[in-house]
């Protein structure tokens, strides 16, 4: 019954080791601190995330389209899984969020089940708004820091001193937020199944936690070489620069965990540079990074929709 | 709050100590060149290279604690390599002033004389050179977007300082010495235009690294 389960442990596990960048690459890149004890606090901090702050958004998922059975829940985290592989492999940034509502869109379309329109268009919304969010907050945030550190006249030493404070317990927050965000992508479609016989609000934090387990073991395991290589290709900023940018993905994905929509971390985090290079009226993103992610949000609920149709096709008894 | 930032507590003294020891090096070189030039080479000169052989140590001993300081991982890489990059520019002003004391003495090169007030002149431009760079190099650490002022001012005492040597230089090569001491005077005036170069180098880091650490 528990193997259900693996598609969506594999999908917790692939998110893990790429979304841990978004939080600490550029520390890690930086060596402001070790890769071991980055891994270490953001897979405690996402768990700490998921635990408490997950349910929301498990929620949302769950009745996006109502009756999942636990062979319907267990092929489309299966066939997200596999749409989110795929377009790693093909080098296009793939939103787990945006392949696991693809892949129920497509589970509802082969089920028949009703789709809840409102629920899909909020969801939609908030996609929408995870970059914009990221470049406003982070626009707010650098105008702010910077007028609060001329006020202050503080001096360059001591700033670089708060700035790699900062920049781990910016990392530690934005580990939390994206454990409490993106918790409902791992296991929210299992919600109801009766898995593992709870209901309610019990149900949804066991899931949650699992999620939250399945995400750190991602950071713990596989997440070094994501740091390095993606974290340092992805936005080349000065420290404070990259510390507002970091910081106004973890208040974005924060505050959609909160109103229950998980979202893609990658998005709130190319939204934080482009507001810092707009208020800084620099141009420093690489262009074709931008392309290759609006090409990622269009193939990725597309292909994991198909994806779920086939394997609904395929798999699914009756 | 003041537990964490300890070490950046001490680096921010270092430097100021630093920036300290290099305004004592001008301050005793000033001095015993004016010495020199009224008196030569005497007592009160000797003094001077000594003190300034005194305090360049300083300097480096501070430079030495405060490279030890930086690569253990107190700053941010980026802002480390920046801040070892100004140490040793600023250093090598403090260098060039104890070079000149050392070499009146070492080669006892007689006081030119007659040159006394282009001397001092050229000084006087040598002095505004690093104490523009050091009042920069203050901003800085407070303010990188205010330093530009301080690059230009210092750009353009380092000219006039290069316009005042080759007037001397004309003047040596004109009056009815033996050559060996025009030669000496030559080396001389070009040792100490080379304050003013170094100081002129230490603001153009200190212009880009500003630049780099504008918010």
């Known amino acids: 019954m528990y193997s259900y389960l693996l598609g969506s442990l594999y999908l917790g596990w692939a998110l ?46 769950s009745g996006l389209a109502r009756g999942q059975t636990l062979a319907s829940a267990g092929l489309l985290s299966l066939a997200a899984a596999l749409a989110v592989t795929v377009l790693t492999f093909l080098k296009l940034p793939a939103s787990t969020s945006q392949a696991v509502v693809g892949a129920i869109m497509g589970m509802a379309l082969y089920r ?101 387990g399945a995400i750190a073991f991602g950071i713990l395991t596989f997440s070094y070489r994501v740091m390095v290589t993606v974290g340092r290709s992805l936005y080349d900023l000065d420290p404070f620069s990259a510390l507002v940018a970091l910081l106004a993905h973890s208040v974005t994905v924060h505050s959609l965990a909160v109103v229950g929509v998980p979202v893609s971390s990658t998005q709130a985090i190319i939204g934080g540079v482009l507001g810092v290079v707009a208020v800084r009226g620099l141009y420093k993103l690489n262009l074709r990074v931008l392309v290759m992610v609006l090409l990622g949000w269009i193939a990725t609920p597309l292909l994991a929709g198909l994806a779920a149709l086939g394997v609904a096709r395929l798999l699914l008894p009756g | 709050m003041s537990f964490f ?54 300097a480096d001993d501070i430079r030495t604690d405060l490279e030890r300081t930086l690569y253990k991982e107190e700053l941010l890489p980026d802002s480390r390599g920046d801040l070892l990059g100004l140490l040793e520019a600023c250093d090598r002003v403090a260098n060039k002033t104890e070079d000149v004391l050392f070499s009146i003495s070492i080669r006892r090169i007689e006081p030119p004389g007659e040159l006394r007030e282009d001397f001092q002149a050229l000084l006087g431009k040598v002095e505004a050179s690093v104490r523009t760079l050091l009042k920069g190099m203050r901003v800085f650490f407070v303010h990188p977007s205010e330093v530009r002022p301080f690059v230009e001012e210092v750009d353009r005492h380092e000219s006039e300082c290069d316009h005042i040597q080759h007037e001397i230089l004309r003047k040596v090569y004109a009056l009815d010495w033996h050559l060996s001491r025009k030669m000496q005077i030559d080396d001389l005036v070009k040792e100490i235009g080379a304050i003013s170069d170094a100081a002129e180098g230490a603001s153009r880091r200190l212009d880009i690294t500003a630049i780099k650490r504008n918010l």
């Not at chain 1, 606090?41 to 349910?55: D, H, K, Q, R, S």
């Not at chain 2, 060149?33 to 300034?52: C, I, R, T, W």
């Open chain 1, 16 to 61: 893990g080791s790429n979304d841990a960048a978004n939080v600490f690459g550029t520390t890690v890149t930086s060596r402001m601190l070790k890769w071991r004890t980055a891994a270490f606090l953001a897979a405690a901090f996402v768990i700490l995330g998921a635990y408490l702050e997950g349910a929301p958004g498990i929620e949302t998922l």
């Open chain 1, 112 to 212: 028949g089940q009703t789709v809840n329109w409102s629920e899909l268009l909020k969801v939609g919304i908030c996609w929408i708004a995870t970059p914009l969010g990221g470049a406003l907050s982070a626009a707010l945030l650098y105008v702010a820091g910077r007028a609060l550190i001329y006020r202050l006249k503080i001096n360059m030493i001591r700033l670089d001193g708060y700035i790699r404070l900062g920049m781990i317990l910016g990392g530690c927050y934005g580990a939390y937020a994206l454990g409490a965000n993106n918790a409902a992508n791992v296991t929210g479609v299992f919600m109801g199944t009766g898995l593992f016989g709870l209901r309610g609000g019990a149900e949804a934090r066991l899931l949650a936690l699992l999620a939250g």
């Open chain 2, 5 to 58: 930032f300890r070490k950046q507590a001490h680096l921010e003294a270092g430097f100021e100590s630093f920036l300290g020891c290099i305004e004592r090096c001008l301050e005793v070189f000033l001095p015993g060149m004016l010495s020199y030039l009224e008196h030569g080479l005497g007592e009160s000169f000797e003094k001077s290279v000594s003190l300034a052989h005194a305090a360049e140590s300083e």
